[in-house]
Protein backbone atom coordinates (compact mmCIF):
# COMPACT_ATOMS: atom_id res chain seq x y z
CA UNK A 1 0.00 0.00 0.00
CA UNK A 2 1.69 3.47 -1.12
CA UNK A 3 2.07 6.15 1.61
CA UNK A 4 2.84 9.51 1.07
CA UNK A 5 4.47 11.71 4.05
CA UNK A 6 4.32 15.26 4.22
CA UNK A 7 7.37 16.93 5.79
CA UNK A 8 9.44 20.21 7.01
CA UNK A 9 8.83 23.54 9.36
CA UNK A 10 5.40 24.34 10.72
CA UNK A 11 6.08 27.73 10.69
CA UNK A 12 8.29 30.08 7.92
CA UNK A 13 8.71 34.03 8.16
CA UNK A 14 7.39 36.28 5.95
CA UNK A 15 10.14 36.98 2.81
CA UNK A 16 11.75 33.60 3.49
CA UNK A 17 11.33 30.36 1.42
CA UNK A 18 8.89 27.31 2.40
CA UNK A 19 10.69 24.07 2.12
CA UNK A 20 8.37 20.69 2.24
CA UNK A 21 9.23 17.07 1.29
CA UNK A 22 7.30 14.62 0.28
CA UNK A 23 8.48 10.84 1.16
CA UNK A 24 6.89 8.17 -0.82
CA UNK A 25 7.29 4.42 0.80
CA UNK A 26 5.43 0.89 -0.21
CA UNK A 27 6.22 1.76 -3.44
CA UNK A 28 9.10 3.30 -6.06
CA UNK A 29 8.34 7.24 -7.26
CA UNK A 30 10.43 5.88 -10.20
CA UNK A 31 7.69 4.96 -12.55
CA UNK A 32 6.43 6.46 -15.66
CA UNK A 33 2.83 5.37 -14.89
CA UNK A 34 2.64 8.53 -12.11
CA UNK A 35 3.27 12.01 -11.46
CA UNK A 36 3.87 13.71 -8.28
CA UNK A 37 1.90 16.61 -7.44
CA UNK A 38 1.62 19.75 -4.51
CA UNK A 39 -1.38 20.99 -3.49
CA UNK A 40 -2.41 23.73 -0.70
CA UNK A 41 -5.98 24.48 1.33
CA UNK A 42 -5.76 27.61 2.82
CA UNK A 43 -7.37 27.43 6.28
CA UNK A 44 -11.48 27.03 5.66
CA UNK A 45 -10.87 27.60 1.63
CA UNK A 46 -10.45 25.52 -1.09
CA UNK A 47 -7.80 23.39 -2.88
CA UNK A 48 -5.49 25.15 -5.31
CA UNK A 49 -2.72 22.81 -7.37
CA UNK A 50 1.00 24.36 -6.80
CA UNK A 51 2.70 21.99 -9.34
CA UNK A 52 3.80 18.48 -10.30
CA UNK A 53 6.53 16.71 -11.53
CA UNK A 54 7.71 13.01 -13.28
CA UNK A 55 10.27 10.91 -12.24
CA UNK A 56 12.28 12.27 -14.78
CA UNK A 57 12.48 15.51 -13.67
CA UNK A 58 9.54 17.58 -15.88
CA UNK A 59 7.58 19.67 -13.67
CA UNK A 60 4.18 21.77 -14.35
CA UNK A 61 3.38 24.64 -12.28
CA UNK A 62 0.52 26.38 -11.82
CA UNK A 63 1.00 29.89 -13.31
CA UNK A 64 0.27 32.39 -10.21
CA UNK A 65 3.26 30.61 -8.10
CA UNK A 66 5.42 29.37 -10.94
CA UNK A 67 7.86 32.50 -10.51
CA UNK A 68 8.17 31.48 -6.67
CA UNK A 69 8.09 27.43 -6.90
CA UNK A 70 10.38 24.65 -7.60
CA UNK A 71 9.32 20.75 -7.31
CA UNK A 72 12.55 18.33 -6.91
CA UNK A 73 12.16 15.05 -6.94
CA UNK A 74 15.14 12.79 -5.72
CA UNK A 75 14.36 8.99 -6.92
CA UNK A 76 17.48 7.86 -4.55
CA UNK A 77 15.49 8.44 -1.49
CA UNK A 78 12.04 8.43 -3.12
CA UNK A 79 11.48 11.66 -2.08
CA UNK A 80 9.88 15.01 -3.87
CA UNK A 81 10.29 18.48 -2.36
CA UNK A 82 8.53 21.86 -2.64
CA UNK A 83 10.10 25.02 -2.27
CA UNK A 84 8.03 28.48 -2.67
CA UNK A 85 10.04 31.57 -2.27
CA UNK A 86 9.17 35.06 -0.71
CA UNK A 87 6.07 33.95 1.45
CA UNK A 88 3.72 36.12 2.37
CA UNK A 89 0.45 35.47 4.85
CA UNK A 90 -1.48 34.25 1.82
CA UNK A 91 1.03 31.24 1.87
CA UNK A 92 -0.08 30.12 4.86
CA UNK A 93 -1.78 26.72 4.28
CA UNK A 94 -1.98 23.23 4.75
CA UNK A 95 0.20 21.36 2.37
CA UNK A 96 -0.45 18.01 0.43
CA UNK A 97 1.75 16.20 -1.96
CA UNK A 98 -0.38 13.74 -3.80
CA UNK A 99 0.24 10.75 -6.24
CA UNK A 100 -1.12 12.01 -9.91
CA UNK A 101 -2.45 10.40 -12.69
CA UNK A 102 -2.38 11.67 -16.26
CA UNK A 103 -3.80 11.16 -19.66
CA UNK A 104 -4.48 12.69 -22.70
CA UNK A 105 -7.98 13.64 -21.26
CA UNK A 106 -7.63 13.40 -17.73
CA UNK A 107 -5.37 14.47 -14.65
CA UNK A 108 -6.12 13.62 -10.89
CA UNK A 109 -4.88 12.81 -7.83
CA UNK A 110 -5.50 8.89 -6.64
CA UNK A 111 -3.62 8.94 -3.01
CA UNK A 112 -2.87 12.17 -0.54
CA UNK A 113 -0.44 12.72 1.50
CA UNK A 114 -2.27 13.51 5.24
CA UNK A 115 -1.10 17.42 5.10
CA UNK A 116 0.80 19.69 6.93
CA UNK A 117 0.08 22.74 8.37
CA UNK A 118 2.45 25.57 7.04
CA UNK A 119 2.04 29.04 9.01
CA UNK A 120 3.97 32.26 7.73
CA UNK A 121 4.72 34.64 10.90
CA UNK A 122 7.36 36.59 12.23
CA UNK B 1 -12.62 32.83 -7.94
CA UNK B 2 -12.20 29.54 -8.74
CA UNK B 3 -11.90 28.17 -12.68
CA UNK B 4 -14.96 25.54 -12.09
CA UNK B 5 -17.50 26.73 -10.20
CA UNK B 6 -19.70 25.00 -7.59
CA UNK B 7 -22.31 26.00 -5.20
CA UNK B 8 -20.77 26.70 -1.73
CA UNK B 9 -23.62 24.36 -0.05
CA UNK B 10 -25.80 21.71 -0.36
CA UNK B 11 -27.79 19.85 1.92
CA UNK B 12 -30.49 17.07 2.44
CA UNK B 13 -32.15 14.80 4.98
CA UNK B 14 -30.67 10.99 5.24
CA UNK B 15 -32.50 9.18 2.32
CA UNK B 16 -32.39 11.83 0.41
CA UNK B 17 -30.58 12.45 -3.11
CA UNK B 18 -28.74 15.60 -3.81
CA UNK B 19 -26.22 16.78 -6.75
CA UNK B 20 -23.28 19.00 -6.62
CA UNK B 21 -22.76 20.90 -9.75
CA UNK B 22 -19.36 21.88 -11.36
CA UNK B 23 -19.24 24.27 -14.23
CA UNK B 24 -16.65 24.96 -16.33
CA UNK B 25 -15.53 26.37 -19.34
CA UNK B 26 -14.64 25.70 -23.29
CA UNK B 27 -10.48 25.21 -22.00
CA UNK B 28 -11.47 23.12 -19.67
CA UNK B 29 -14.77 20.41 -19.39
CA UNK B 30 -15.85 21.84 -22.39
CA UNK B 31 -12.48 21.11 -24.32
CA UNK B 32 -13.04 17.16 -23.17
CA UNK B 33 -11.29 16.91 -20.11
CA UNK B 34 -12.65 14.63 -17.32
CA UNK B 35 -13.88 15.80 -14.41
CA UNK B 36 -12.52 14.15 -10.92
CA UNK B 37 -14.17 14.68 -7.74
CA UNK B 38 -13.10 14.44 -4.12
CA UNK B 39 -14.49 14.23 -0.64
CA UNK B 40 -12.98 16.14 2.22
CA UNK B 41 -14.60 15.03 5.50
CA UNK B 42 -13.52 17.65 8.67
CA UNK B 43 -9.89 17.46 9.34
CA UNK B 44 -8.93 14.92 7.36
CA UNK B 45 -7.16 14.95 3.42
CA UNK B 46 -9.33 15.03 0.74
CA UNK B 47 -9.76 11.71 -0.91
CA UNK B 48 -10.53 10.75 -4.60
CA UNK B 49 -14.22 9.69 -4.90
CA UNK B 50 -15.02 9.95 -8.87
CA UNK B 51 -12.09 9.83 -11.91
CA UNK B 52 -12.84 10.07 -15.68
CA UNK B 53 -16.58 11.36 -14.78
CA UNK B 54 -18.34 8.00 -14.09
CA UNK B 55 -15.84 6.05 -12.16
CA UNK B 56 -15.60 5.16 -8.70
CA UNK B 57 -12.84 3.87 -7.28
CA UNK B 58 -12.44 0.59 -5.15
CA UNK B 59 -14.64 0.87 -1.54
CA UNK B 60 -16.59 4.19 -3.16
CA UNK B 61 -20.71 3.05 -2.25
CA UNK B 62 -22.63 3.10 -5.90
CA UNK B 63 -24.85 5.67 -3.78
CA UNK B 64 -22.34 8.05 -5.78
CA UNK B 65 -22.78 8.80 -9.36
CA UNK B 66 -20.95 11.05 -11.39
CA UNK B 67 -21.94 12.57 -14.88
CA UNK B 68 -20.98 15.28 -17.44
CA UNK B 69 -22.38 16.64 -20.15
CA UNK B 70 -20.82 20.07 -22.31
CA UNK B 71 -18.96 22.17 -19.89
CA UNK B 72 -20.17 20.83 -16.56
CA UNK B 73 -20.42 17.91 -14.36
CA UNK B 74 -22.29 17.12 -11.45
CA UNK B 75 -22.17 14.39 -8.66
CA UNK B 76 -25.38 13.20 -7.06
CA UNK B 77 -25.29 11.48 -4.07
CA UNK B 78 -28.27 8.91 -3.12
CA UNK B 79 -29.55 7.40 -0.25
CA UNK B 80 -28.28 10.32 2.00
CA UNK B 81 -26.14 9.40 4.95
CA UNK B 82 -24.84 10.89 8.24
CA UNK B 83 -21.20 10.18 7.41
CA UNK B 84 -22.00 11.95 3.93
CA UNK B 85 -21.44 15.36 5.61
CA UNK B 86 -18.54 16.59 4.08
CA UNK B 87 -16.93 19.06 1.77
CA UNK B 88 -17.03 17.97 -2.00
CA UNK B 89 -14.64 19.05 -4.53
CA UNK B 90 -14.53 18.74 -8.70
CA UNK B 91 -11.01 18.61 -10.56
CA UNK B 92 -10.50 18.72 -14.16
CA UNK B 93 -7.39 19.91 -16.59
CA UNK B 94 -7.36 23.39 -18.55
CA UNK B 95 -5.68 23.72 -21.26
CA UNK B 96 -5.38 27.56 -20.73
CA UNK B 97 -3.72 27.43 -17.57
CA UNK B 98 -1.62 23.64 -18.65
CA UNK B 99 -2.61 22.45 -15.42
CA UNK B 100 -5.20 21.02 -12.61
CA UNK B 101 -7.83 22.79 -11.56
CA UNK B 102 -10.34 22.69 -8.68
CA UNK B 103 -13.77 23.73 -8.19
CA UNK B 104 -14.08 25.70 -5.20
CA UNK B 105 -15.82 23.56 -2.66
CA UNK B 106 -19.51 22.40 -1.81
CA UNK B 107 -20.27 21.84 2.09
CA UNK B 108 -22.76 18.93 2.27
CA UNK B 109 -25.13 19.40 5.68
CA UNK B 110 -26.97 16.12 6.05
CA UNK B 111 -29.70 17.22 8.05
Known amino acids: QLHLQESGPGSVKPSETLSLTCTVSGGSINTRSYYWGWIRQPPGKGLEWIGS???????YYTPSLKSRVTISVDTSKNQFSLRLSSVTATDAAVYYC??????????????WGRGTLVTVSS | QSVLTQPPSVSGAPGQRVTISCTGS?????????VHWYQQLPGTAPKLLMY???NRPSGVPDRFSGSKSDTSASLAISGLQAEDEADYYCQSYDSSLSGSVFGGGTKLTVL
Open chain 2, 26 to 34: SSNIGAGYD
Open chain 2, 52 to 54: GNT
Open chain 1, 53 to 59: IYYSGST
Open chain 1, 98 to 111: ARQLSGRTYWYFDL
